[in-house]
T-cell receptor, first 113, second 117 residues
Framework: AQSVSQHNHHVILSEAASLELGCNYS??????LFWYVQYPGQHLQLLLK??????LVKGIKGFEAEFIKSKFSFNLRKPSVQWSDTAEYFC???????????FGKGTMLLVSP | GAVVSQHPSRVICKSGTSVKIECRSL??????MFWYRQFPKKSLMLMAT?????????EQGVEKDKFLINHASLTLSTLTVTSAHPEDSSFYIC?????????????FGPGTRLTVL
């Protein structure tokens, strides 16, 4: 069975700082990778996803993630965060061809103005 | 597009009673819906996968007689927590997969906060 590890439970940044949230997964086969965001009081929304092709994936709101197969990683990045990026971020993995998602424990990002 | 709703958003019930939570895909058809449980400061844990017109597939450790799932149509799945106990208090989230997209992507509902007294 697959598993997902997110390195940080809480991250605090000032506006304009750069962001990198770590995500590692364990699974022996081909995977689909996702980052979801949950803003306060709102439901989970898809930020970006990787299925195949270019390992550098660009998502909404200036976020991007890079799939490094050799490291089993899919880290999320944003060059300059805004106060509105305050939210909880979840990394998720699914074996290719299957729809079941396994989530990491989430990282709570707090951006101070 | 791709909106998923849940009802109710919050429910408080007495121990021993049953609670039904609805999950609807509003603008797309979902052959597959998923039910998750989210504990405070923890990840979403998949409880079961619900396929339209067939029995749900439960994850290991999830009691199927306690968490009854019905997926009678392409836009509606229900989760019934039977004989609820305080330890069932949690945040329950559903998601739905768009059957027409061909992609392995789920759209999530806003969740239902269940409190059992």
């Amino acid at each position: 069975a697959q598993s997902v590890s997110q390195h940080n439970h809480h991250v605090i940044l000032s506006e304009a700082a750069s962001l990198e949230l770590g995500c590692n997964y364990s699974y022996g086969g081909t995977v689909n990778l996702f980052w979801y965001v949950q803003y306060p009081g709102q439901h989970l929304q898809l930020l970006l996803k990787y299925f195949s092709g270019d390992p550098l994936v660009k998502g909404i709101k200036g976020f991007e993630a890079e799939f490094i197969k050799s490291k089993f990683s899919f880290n999320l990045r944003k060059p300059s965060v805004q106060w509105s990026d305050t939210a909880e971020y979840f990394c998720a993995v699914s074996p290719s061809g299957y729809s079941t998602l396994t989530f990491g424990k989430g990282t709570m990002l707090l951006v101070s103005p | 597009g791709a909106v998923v709703s849940q009802h109710p958003s919050r429910v408080i019930c007495k121990s021993g009673t049953s609670v039904k939570i609805e999950c609807r895909s509003l603008d797309f058809q979902a052959t597959t819906m998923f039910w998750y449980r989210q504990f405070p400061k923890k990840s979403l844990m998949l409880m079961a996968t619900s396929n339209e017109g067939s029995k749900a597939t439960y994850e290991q450790g999830v009691e199927k007689d306690k968490f009854l799932i019905n997926h009678a149509s392409l836009t509606l799945s229900t989760l019934t927590v039977t004989s609820a106990h305080p330890e069932d208090s949690s945040f329950y989230i559903c998601s739905a997969r768009d059957v027409t997209s061909g992609l392995n992507e789920q759209f999530f509902g806003p969740g239902t906060r269940l409190t059992v007294l």
